[in-house]
DNA sequence: TCGCTTT
């Protein structure tokens, strides 16, 4: 490896359009360009200080860190109002955390502190490392070995203060920024509470699956089942993801009988109950990941009758996001018993990590050649492109081909699941450079690569604005995103540039000048520009105030 | 609003 690949490396980018840079391409393929299609080497097969799939830039930290230090700084600020305009009857507790950096880069990344702030009543202490919790609560060796094998060696903010509240029993709403390590905040107590294995006989658990995991869609449920099987390696826990298949091996009792835990989708689950293969009556510990998401009206349907299968009277519910709005946090404490509510950083911000710029492309024709120019300066592959719509995400990838762009992978939900397998897959090799998708893969999904995100298309809520940028800057590395906008854009662009201000970054001025969005702005951000909607939305929101008077 | 997800 030449001084000059050293150089491009650890700049953080590699050139995009292959011919013209054919020979950086080249550099990347040492020992393997015996094959064309072969794709850049990648993770250990690079020596480390050239892995730009991990390097961190020197140069970007400094401010990084800077800008870290500041946002702390005004959320303190915040933080205090909020605890004086807090309940009298509730507990107060604040404090702060220490969330665990990548193990991984432990060298390279300083840990992230963030704020935490619990609410409810009798709050348990938090556990600064695991073998706290191990002492208070008995984790099995077995289970630390687990954590150690896979690199958690510290506990996150969420991991500190969650699981000691699931392991007394209590239900929990957790808030804690995308990347802060929630799987493992509600797995982990999970396997510590069902104490063993049904199948073990070291249990009187009764008959029947104890605990249930809901996400939103098919990856991000085969991700938490992929980190299930992290924690129960080397003891018998029967951990199934829920599917078709699955599913029809359940109408054999015994099979049925020896499962331990369900990862699933909503839909998936609520057909087997309604099929009568599956009895949800022994559940002791049932989890939406990605609440707001799982409480909103296409999938409150199904929880409901989730929820009510779940029959056990000592079921425990919990719900996780990175993103509570008002009214699904209502639907969420509304559902649970005494909740404690924990709160890691600021909620609906995200992590100042993240890199965030917005873009003007002034229409939609201008997006494919703005993003072709992006393409041939440096670059952090992989990258993550989001559109709107399930055909502009294939065209785009297509376009992308068709441009000399190599390594470009598609993923939406209209894709076969097999396609959609190998998709990810492609990605968590690092096989992919740029993967252009939809919504589906905006929440939940840790491919650790990621780099930079690309807004494509405007995202519709500031929800999903944070967490499609929440795809990078995870477990304490740094991340890039870059938001498009158009004209079109601009009834959303507000609502955007408040939440990127709010992680201590700045935007163009005359942004922040811009007209407020309407009063609903809480529930549904952006609305529309045109006034006779926004005389509308305000006349409902007075509507709303002069009922509850 | 619409499009996104879920069989």
């Known amino acids: 490896m030449s001084i000059e690949a050293f150089q491009l490396l650890s700049r953080g980018g590699v050139q995009f ?71 009298g009857n509730m507990d107060e507790d604040e404090e702060e955390a220490t969330a665990k950096s990548d193990t991984h880069n432990n060298s390279v990344i300083p840990r ?58 209590r239900d929990l709403a957790a808030i804690s920024p995308t990347g802060t390590g929630k799987t493992i905040s509600y797995l982990l107590p999970t396997f510590v509470s069902l104490r063993a294995p049904v199948a073990s006989a070291e249990t009187d658990a009764g008959l029947g699956v104890r605990a249930i995991i809901l996400a939103p869609t098919r990856e991000l449920a085969h991700q938490i089942y992929n980190e299930c099987l992290k924690l129960a390696q080397g003891r018998k826990w029967r951990v199934v993801l829920f599917s078709k298949a699955t599913a029809n091996t359940f109408s054999d009792k015994a099979v049925r009988d020896k499962i331990d835990i369900i990862v699933s ?12 293969s599956l009895s949800l009556s022994n559940v002791r510990h049932l989890i939406f990941d990605e609440a707001d998401r799982m409480l909103d009206n296409e999938f ?12 056990h009277p000592d079921v425990q519910k919990a719900v996780f996001s990175a993103t509570l709005p008002a009214n699904a946090e209502k639907i969420a404490l509304d559902m649970l018993r005494d909740p404690i509510r924990v709160v890691v950083g600021l909620k609906d911000t995200p992590l100042p990590l ?8 002034a229409d939609d024709g201008s997006k494919l050649p703005s993003l072709l120019t992006y393409f041939s300066q440096p670059y952090n592959p992989p990258v993550l492109i989001f559109t709107s719509t399930q055909p502009r995400a294939s065209s785009l990838a297509e376009e992308l081909l068709l441009n000399g762009i190599s390594n ?44 930079e995100v690309i807004n494509y298309d405007f995202p519709t809520t500031v929800q999903s604005y944070i967490h499609r940028i929440g795809r990078t800057g995870r477990a304490g590395r740094s991340g890039k995103a870059v938001t498009f906008f158009t004209d079109t854009d601009g009834p959303y662009l507000k609502s955007i540039a408040n939440v990127i201000l709010q992680s201590g970054q700045s935007v163009p001025e005359w942004i922040t000048k811009l007209p407020k969005p309407s009063k609903m702005k809480r529930k549904q951000m952006g609305k529309t520009k045109r006034p006779e909607m926004v005389n509308a939305a305000r006349k409902i929101g007075r509507n709303d105030a002069i009922k509850k008077r």
Not at 129 to 158: C, V, W
Not at 300 to 311: M, R, S, Y
Not at 354 to 361: D, E, F, G, K
């Open 17 to 87: 359009n292959k011919n013209k840079y054919k020979k950086d391409v080249e550099l990347f393929n040492v020992g393997k360009s015996e094959s064309k299609s072969k794709r850049p080497a990648q993770g250990s097969e690079l020596p480390a200080a050239l892995d730009f799939f991990k390097y961190a830039q020197g140069a970007e930290r400094k401010r990084k860190i800077d800008s870290v230090k500041r946002d702390e700084g005004g959320r303190s600020e915040k933080k205090r109002k909020k605890v004086s305009e807090s309940e």
């Open 112 to 169: 992230q502190r963030h704020r935490v702030t619990t609410k409810g009543s009798n709050v348990p202490e938090c556990a600064e490392t695991f073998e706290a919790l191990r002492d208070r609560y008995q984790l099995s060796s077995h289970l630390m070995l687990n954590l150690s094998k896979n690199g958690y060696s510290y506990p996150t903010g969420i991991q500190s203060y969650g699981a000691p509240i699931l392991l007394q029993g």
């Open 265 to 276: 989708t909503p839909l998936r689950l609520v057909a087997s109950l309604q099929s009568g």
């Open 300 to 311: 409150l349907p199904q929880i409901e009758e989730i929820v009510a299968a779940c029959t």
């Open 354 to 361: 993240i890199a965030q710029s917005l873009t003007y492309v």
């Open 408 to 451: 470009v992978d598609c993923l939406h939900a209209g894709m076969s699941t097999k396609e959609r397998q190998d998709a990810v897959s492609r990605m968590r090799k690092g096989e992919s450079w740029v993967m252009v998708s939809t919504e589906v893969m905006a929440r939940g999904m840790d491919f650790k690569g990621v780099r």
